[in-house]
Every structure is written in structure tokens, then in C-alpha cells.
């Protein structure tokens, strides 16, 4: 089973930026799709942005324009780069994965959730 270790959060000021990683503990060659998630107290984990084996990427409408998401599969990695960062951005960003295009579909994701990384933007 994959699992992801995600690193590089931190606190930002309003209109700062941050990189975020999200380390595979196997090739993510193979994997159909990987997707950053993020999650405030007492509120639901948000779908934020993902990426697909093509290349095809996709976001939540409050960070298109700001947020950018790619996979390097020679370093089994994730990035998601956040420009322009708002107090609203604040949360525990996750990753996980669906392994193929059906399992998407379904919502069906590959890994336990990991520790996450804290984002904090305030001045």
C-alpha cells in the first residue's frame, strides 16, 4: 500500500507563498492520480487540486490562479506551489491517491491518511 509523507508548511504572511511536498513511499509512475486535500478544525477535508498520469490537473475554484500542483515521478514526489496565500488557505494540507481511473470515480483513495502539513497565513 503507498504511502505519502507530506513536508513544507509553515507560517506565511497574507500574500506569501509556500511549496508543499508530498513524498511516495513507492513509484507513483503507475499511480492514475494524486491529490492535495486540506482540512480546518470541525469542517470537513477539502479537495484542493490533483493531477492525473497525464499531467491533467484540476482545482477548487478559490485557488485557481494562486495554487499550482505537479508530480515529478523520478523523486516519487507531489508538489503543490501556493502563491498569493490568504488567511483562508489556513488548514492541515493532506495527500493521498486513486490508483486508477475507475477507482476516481468512485472516490476511492489508495492510501491512510498521513500527519499532514500545517499552512498558517497571518500577519
Known amino acids: 500500500q503507498v504511502q505519502f509523507v507530506e513536508s513544507g508548511g509553515g507560517l506565511v504572511q497574507p500574500g506569501g507563498s509556500l511549496r508543499l511536498s508530498c513524498a511516495a513511499s513507492g513509484s507513483i509512475f503507475s499511480i492514475y492520480a494524486v491529490y492535495w486535500y486540506r482540512q480546518t478544525p470541525g469542517k470537513q477535508r477539502e479537495l484542493v487540486a490533483g493531477i492525473t498520469r497525464g499531467d491533467y490537473t484540476n482545482y477548487v475554484e478559490s485557488v485557481k490562479g494562486r495554487f499550482t500542483i505537479s508530480r515529478d515521478n523520478a523523486k516519487n514526489t507531489v508538489y503543490l506551489r501556493m502563491n498569493s496565500l490568504k488567511p483562508e488557505d489556513t488548514a492541515a494540507y493532506y495527500c493521498?491517491?486513486?490508483?486508477?481511473?475507475?477507482?476516481?470515480?468512485?472516490?476511492?483513495?489508495?492510501?491512510?491518511w498521513g500527519q499532514g502539513t500545517q499552512v498558517t497565513v497571518s500577519s
Open positions: 493521498n491517491a486513486a490508483l486508477t481511473p475507475t477507482l476516481a470515480r468512485a472516490g476511492t483513495l489508495a492510501a491512510n
